[in-house]
């Protein structure tokens, strides 16, 4: 796309990491909250089996896309996002190793 459209930015917002990244932290027990794989949107990474996701995940793909296309500082950012893992942290991360080629 970029040859075809040269003066075109062409970016992405890679809010689906923030799914793999809960999903790794979870199994490697490094959450601050109780959180199931499946279950209730409150406490899971996924409400159900076909991958419709959870409260953490939605709010931290939300702090994604918030860095991503307001450049909101996620470090310093006041939201509260009713968990105790540092959500911002996670998604700044995301953010950080995103290639800078697709950053906005």
């Known amino acids: 796309m970029r040859a075809e ?3 075109t930015k062409i970016f992405t917002i890679p809010t689906g990491w923030a799914t793999f990244n809960l999903f790794q932290m979870n199994i490697d027990s490094l959450l601050l909250d109780q959180i ?7 406490s899971s990474i996924f409400t ?4 419709h996701q959870g409260d953490i995940v939605k709010k931290t793909g939300g702090l994604v896309w918030l860095n991503s296309i307001y450049n909101v500082d996620l470090s310093t950012n006041t939201y509260e996002t009713d968990f105790n893992t540092d959500l911002h942290d996670i998604a700044n991360d995301i953010n950080n190793n995103h290639n800078a080629e697709y950053k906005n």
Do not use: L, N, V
Not at 36 to 42: A, L, R, V
């Open 48 to 51: 159900d089996q076909k991958g």
């Open 36 to 42: 199931e794989i499946f279950g209730p949107s409150q």
């Open 5 to 7: 459209y040269p003066a």
